[in-house]
């Protein structure tokens, strides 16, 4: 049983803490627990407070609210209560407003605090103006309500050792409102994490930097957008753009600490694509397709030659007409279309990703797709005189909106022999259904790309080839005869990414009770036809649903 590098560093972290269980309450924390005169939320795995009436009514970019929930899970919500343990990422373009402290999996049940109080006098208005006033200077602001909300050293589901403390602070008077994130000792996490605030249709969204990553979030308590540790504050009340909140603060305490995201670059295998190759885009609309796109040189499909296509945003190209099916059907599927599917699935260019295509007549495009047919073709001459690229680049899966998933679709033509080139890169998994190859009317010709149709392991595409180019594969298509063998594919079948739902529960932080899952599963994955030598690793678990 091997324990992947994230797991053991949660376990080491929990071995740590357990020395220094004493903590002290950062000083950027506003008065809370039962000294403060708090109401406690209830400890239950997943709860809310019930409906808390505010005694002041709390404006968010352009809604203005009686009423709010502090959710276990580290966020607040004002419709509508939240038991969500996996959050989602902002912006979600959702249909809810909600201001996340933490929004991850915590667990009030095995340790702290979950806790409220608003405040409409006193010292504590007092303080949150002057905050307000030190953080947003020109705005002359005096607090007439506060609203503080404290997680105190609490628990994440499954790991009971951990304790980390946040605050989330409403303040308001008639015409601005603000928020203060304050954050304390942080516990490093596998489970997912969220922090800042998202609104209706993400209209207006914050991501703290750092948050989304579970371990780099213990960074939290020395970040800050107002050059305060730990303390984030936001003016929320719509009357000022984002980019304007007190332009001359940055995340400067520590911003070494945060981990920097940095972008991949494409595979080698991907041809050009993307504005820099002068690519068009697709709308950014969910099961949206491009327009009729001409094509600049016939490209023969199996006895039928076409004359136009179109680019369809979950993953396949059709000819006659565009397509927004975000559920592939099964190939071989005896229909009245042809279509080639690079990875046909739920896909959401809406919220993540861009997709593009161009095509081309002569440059370096056509002489390297030319050696690469011949290449892949040994037995053919074929010089290119057409080509056409289309790239879905970190595309989301609908619902999922972090989810970044890059292949390319390449057809190419000599004017006589055609083909499709199709090239991996990161391919997140998916419970979505997928599909991938092509499939022609009446299904005379089609070919499903070996473990293309399981989205718990279609993560295996960049892997795996027909023409040893690891995440390449490559269809003759101009007639049905002339595909590279079955004894020439390589699927490497070594990386293989899955998720599992577990029904009853069992606590798998105890490495016998794993073992005896991971056999359970290894068994079901044999029935499916993968050899009993396959050995399963844990990388990660996760409670998906309850
Ligand atoms: C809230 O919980 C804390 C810790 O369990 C407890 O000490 C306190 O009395 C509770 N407060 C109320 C008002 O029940
Ligand atoms: C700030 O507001 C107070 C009343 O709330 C007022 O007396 C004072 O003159 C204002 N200061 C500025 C600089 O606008
Ligand atoms: C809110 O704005 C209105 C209109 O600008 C103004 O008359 C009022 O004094 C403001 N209230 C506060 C508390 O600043
Ligand atoms: C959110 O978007 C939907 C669809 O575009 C629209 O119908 C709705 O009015 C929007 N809601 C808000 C609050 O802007
Ligand atoms: C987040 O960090 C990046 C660089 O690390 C910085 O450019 C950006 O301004 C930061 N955002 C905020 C809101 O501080
Ligand atoms: C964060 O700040 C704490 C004190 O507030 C300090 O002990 C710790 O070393 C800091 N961590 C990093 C990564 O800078
Ligand atoms: C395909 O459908 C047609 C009817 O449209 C039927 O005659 C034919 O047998 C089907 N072929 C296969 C392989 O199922
Ligand atoms: C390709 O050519 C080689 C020799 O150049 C020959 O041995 C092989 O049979 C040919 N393959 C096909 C599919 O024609
Ligand atoms: C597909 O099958 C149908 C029914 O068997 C037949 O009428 C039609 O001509 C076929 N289409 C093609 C392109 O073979
Ligand atoms: C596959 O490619 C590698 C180099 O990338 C080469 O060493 C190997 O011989 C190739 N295998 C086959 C079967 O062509
Ligand atoms: C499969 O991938 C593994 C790890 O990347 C590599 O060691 C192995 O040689 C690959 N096998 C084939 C057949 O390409
Ligand atoms: C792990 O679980 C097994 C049975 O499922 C139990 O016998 C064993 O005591 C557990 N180990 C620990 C360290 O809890």
Redesign the pocket.
């Known amino acids: 049983m091997r324990l992947s590098p994230v797991f053991q560093h949660l376990l080491v972290f929990i071995s740590v803490l357990s020395l220094s269980r004493v903590q002290t309450t950062a000083e950027i924390f506003y008065p809370f627990g039962s000294a403060a005169g708090d109401t406690n939320n209830t400890a239950a795995d997943d709860g809310s407070s019930s409906v808390i009436q505010l005694l002041s009514p709390f404006p968010f970019f352009g ?1 203005t609210y009686q009423q709010i929930y502090v959710n276990n899970n580290g966020h607040l919500t004002f419709n509508q209560p939240s038991s969500a343990f996996v959050p989602y990422s902002f912006p979600a ?1 959702g ?1 809810q407003d909600v201001i996340a402290g933490l929004w991850t999996d915590l667990d009030n049940r095995q340790r702290g605090v979950v806790s409220y109080h608003q405040y409409t006098s006193g010292n504590v208005l007092t303080r949150a103006t002057q905050d307000i006033n030190t953080h947003f200077p020109n705005l002359n602001f005096t607090a007439s309500w506060v609203f503080v909300a404290t997680w105190d050293k609490v628990a994440y589901f499954s790991s009971t050792n951990t304790e980390t403390s946040f605050q989330v602070i409403l303040i308001a008077d008639s015409n601005f409102s603000f928020i203060l994130m304050n954050y304390g000792e942080i516990a490093v996490t596998g489970h997912p994490v969220q922090a800042g605030y998202d609104t ?2 993400s ?1 207006h969204y914050i991501v703290i930097n750092g948050s989304n990553s579970g371990s780099s979030i213990s960074n939290l308590r020395n970040s800050s957008n107002v050059g305060v540790s730990g303390r984030w504050a936001f003016r929320v009340d719509g009357g000022l753009q984002i980019s304007e909140v007190n332009p001359t603060s940055s995340t400067t305490t520590v911003s070494t600490a945060i981990l920097p995201v940095t972008a991949k670059p494409a595979p080698a295998i991907f041809y050009p694509f993307g504005s820099t190759a002068g690519d068009k885009s697709n709308p950014f609309d969910d099961d949206g397709s491009s327009s009729v796109i001409q094509l600049l040189s016939p490209f023969p499909f199996f006895g039928r030659t076409y004359q136009q296509i179109y680019v369809n945003n979950n993953g396949h190209l059709t000819f006659d007409k565009p397509s927004s099916l975000y559920t592939p059907y099964s190939f071989p599927a005896n229909r009245s279309q042809d279509i080639i599917a690079g990875l046909w699935t739920n896909l959401n260019n809406n919220v993540r990703g861009v997709i593009s295509y161009q095509q081309y007549t002569d440059g370096n495009v056509l002489t390297r797709a030319s050696q690469d047919i011949n290449t892949h073709f040994p037995n053919l001459t074929s010089n290119a005189s057409w080509v056409f690229v289309a790239t879905w680049d970190k595309v989301a899966y609908f619902n999922f909106s972090s989810t970044e998933t890059s292949f390319q679709v390449v057809l190419i033509s000599d004017g006589n022999f055609s083909f499709i080139l199709i090239n991996y890169g990161d391919i997140a998994v998916t419970e979505h259904p997928v599909q991938a190859g092509y499939d022609t009317v009446n299904s005379t010709d089609y070919f499903v790309i070996p473990e293309s149709n399981n989205g718990s392991i279609i993560s295996n595409l960049r892997n795996s080839s027909n023409v040893n180019v690891t995440g390449r594969w490559v269809f003759r298509v101009d007639s049905g005869q002339h595909n590279i063998s079955k004894e020439t594919e390589t699927t490497n079948s070594t990386v293989i990414g899955f998720r599992v739902r577990i029904k009853s529960f069992l606590d798998l932080t105890n490495s016998t009770n794993t073992n005896t899952v991971l056999q359970q599963i290894k068994r079901e994955m044999v029935k499916y036809g993968l050899p009993n030598s396959i050995e399963l690793k844990l990388r990660k678990v996760q409670r998906i649903n309850p």
């Open positions: 809604r373009r249909s209706i249709n209209t």
